[in-house]
């Protein structure tokens, strides 16, 4: 009897299966010869990746801290908060890491990981070497230039909103005095010293001023000439802010002389000392004005009744035994602080875990940094660990 023939289909299958398990066979054979002719094979070619305390090793290269993201310091390592704390140090110093000196003194940056940073970071060693490294090629703040605008309406504020540091905008303003009180045209302010020839540039298509100097300008008419103030007996606790004004002031020295006059005379001057004393106020300026100067014992009188009567609501702090690391948001607000600024202080006091230096404090945004050298002179710096 004939056994019955298998369909073409199994067959394949099976040949199939039969060929697979050949060439598995083979290359079992063929990877075991390898094996026992080489007792060392080399394995040169691959790389593994370091484990330190279950943390991937990092591969460093060279990197300017300045142009890192926050996703950028996180791939160094650090956590999302070091990574923003870290961006904000660099706003508080200016919006740029200057050398690797400041850099280090980030406190979320530990010294152990500074060290191991440090060879890459393509920044001076010091400020000091930071200067000469950058004397020709210094990176100036971009300017925020977006509509034209005659500059002869900018006041100091309106240049530092342009991207001028608050000495070049107060330079700029000085010229434009110095000129007679206005630029007259774009060939005189591109010769403002403040202003070099790269932000000139990018002013120039925007100034809406002649291109050329009028033939009948006479240069500097009222260079260096000083103004001269008619003067006349006056009660210093009697003027307002343009009656400061008027004797020479500027607008921000006239309002810091009456913030000095309320903040530390108690809402009056109560002889000519404490206003010798104020920092707004030039010995050479107090001398000239001293003569015409005479002083209302009746406004005195009304001030310091007053400055009596609250006695008893609102206590006067001595500040002198005020420690900078544990002062309050109310002694600040004594002091002269605004809501914003005692916020301010509080809030850096705090990221810092207490302030190390008193250099420190003046870093803090939003404050008044001539009150805040006064502050900083009266009260002491505890640099205690326990402080926060």
Known sequence: ?????LPQKIIREKLFVFVILFFSIISVKLYANYFQTNENPNFSDIQFQQIENGIPAIKLENFNPNSLTLEDWEKLGFSEKQAKTILKYKQIVGGEFTSKEQLKKCYS????KFAEL??????????KSSYKYSKNNWKKKELNIHQKFNPDLYSEKDWENLGFSEKQSAGIVKYK???????????K???CYMINEENYQKLAPFLILPEKTPADFKPYKKAFAKEKINYQNFDPNSLDLNGWMKLGFSEKQAQNILNYKER???GSFKNLEEIAKCYMISSEKFEEMKPFMKLNPENILVKTTANLQGQNSNIKTDFSKIDLNKITFQQLKEFGFTDKAAGSFLGFRKKLNGFK?????????????????????????QTNPENK
């Open 109 to 112: 940056i530990s010294p152990e």
């Open 118 to 127: 440090q060879p890459y970071i393509l920044l001076p060693e010091s400020i």
């Open 189 to 191: 302010l591109k010769e």
């Open 177 to 187: 005095k110095y000129l007679g009180g206005s630029f007259v045209s774009k060939e």
């Open 264 to 266: 530390f005379c108690k």
């Open 1 to 5: 009897m004939m056994k019955p023939k």
């Open 357 to 381: 230096t008193k250099d420190q404090i003046l870093q803090t945004y939003n404050i008044d940094k001539d009150l805040t050298k006064k502050l900083l002179e009266t009260a002491f710096l």
